[in-house]
DNA sequence: TAGATTGTTAATCGATTAACAATC
DNA sequence: TAGATTGTTAATCGATTAACAATC
């Protein structure tokens, strides 16, 4: 199976743009079209495609509902997500009351704090003590969790989601995580995000003849 | 210049591991070690510093502080950054509290918003009506701007910033913005990451052999 | 049929890495 | 000095794009 990361993000924003497509009162389409809603080529459109053995119509284009249904089987959204967090501070905090992830088929069903002040079994996410975390995610069957914790907690943190079993863990520390063969770290740093738009606003500025590759 | 977005990011992280090293009360580093730290090869830290101009010792490596505050200054640190928000729901609510900007010198000056519900301009962040950010971000000079505004007003409110003069947005809807020529977009989308995870999880389950390639 | 679009191959482009001369 | 590390060049690797034959 051919694995690269970009191509499986590119999926998700065709994706999203072929939902948009449909809102809209389209039922089929083409790579030109499907490429200039997301940003990219035509032939990136197909070769993405046909990475995943998605095949359209020589002259008609894609069936858009078909392609829907054939990209979210790919992407796993046929199934809903759970994913547990770490870390009840404020981003933490938002990304459970966050309304789009329970859209796309991902509930976040339980949460985890060394902080006893942020401990609630009641609330409809429930904020949990972290040495809990193992046995919910062994009886919960868990796979994905969340880390929101300190810089300074995180390589603790993922040692425990690690030892409980989790397989997936998407990491906002911003600090590079030592994990196990059986378990993948995706980081987002929004910090470091916002870094780096800041730099090549700064650089744009000083020579405006500077063009950028991708997002 | 040279504009590779990868090479800067790194240069963010590559500054954030080394104040973990002056912590823990490192003077000098060599490429091997920052490279550890960060997870790349030491001939790409070299690598990066020489895109940069940024040289160490042919035998002592590199001296920490002076090299954070080379980092600093390329990626304008050295003063504070002004950013506005559009859109004070669940996620931009979270990031106007977020502790960690401020920590990197990025403030968060007003946020925007169509709810009037949700208007106060009492608060130690402002939430103002969107009409207001033109005259704002004329009037306080900032630069940088957040959407977290939902899907379907994402390019409304793009269009408005980029009118305000706004050169640099961090666009945390799921779509694919037209932008201006003196305006750089970079989209952060958290369902799609998650997604991507979710994706290489279920693949490393059935093929074990697949590897990752970056973070 | 003629025209347009897919699917794929080959060419291009760019980024990463290996290797090593320079040198502290 | 001998040994180790930088800085840079050339080789490699991988991803994107151009181009076009197949075909609806």
Redesign the interface.
């Known amino acids: ?1 051919v ?3 970009n191509s ?2 590119r999926l ?2 065709y994706k ?2 072929l939902y ?1 497509f449909k809102t809209i009162g389209f039922f089929k389409i083409f790579s030109d079209y499907l490429a200039d ?3 990219v080529t035509s032939a990136q459109v197909r070769k993405d495609f046909s990475l995943f053995g998605i095949s359209g119509n020589k002259r008609g284009g894609y069936q858009i509902d078909a392609l829907i249904e054939k990209l979210n089987d ?4 046929n199934e809903l ?1 759970k ?1 547990i967090l770490a870390g009840a501070g ?2 933490g ?3 459970i ?5 329970e ?2 088929g ?1 509930k976040i069903v339980a949460a985890f704090d060394i902080d006893p002040a942020k401990h609630n079994p009641k609330l409809p996410v429930p904020v949990l003590p972290l040495e809990e975390l193992e046995s919910f995610v062994k009886s919960h069957n868990t ?2 969790g ?1 880390i929101c914790v300190p ?1 300074i907690a995180a390589q603790h943190t993922l040692d425990v989601m690690i030892r409980a079993g989790i ?4 990491n906002f520390a ?3 995580l030592k994990t196990a063969e ?1 378990c ?24 405006p003849n ?6």
Request: proline share 1%; net charge positive; no cysteine.
């Open positions: 199976m694995t690269n990361k499986i993000l998700s924003r999203n743009a948009r809603a997301v940003g790919i992407l796993g959204k997500q994913v404020n981003l905090s938002a990304l009351k966050y309304k789009s992830f859209k796309e991902i796979k994905i969340i810089d397989n997936g863990v998407l911003p600090i590079q059986n993948i770290v995706s980081n987002v740093n929004l910090e470091t995000e916002l870094e780096n738009l800041i730099y090549f606003v700064n650089a744009l500025q000083k020579a500077v063009r950028l590759t991708d997002n």
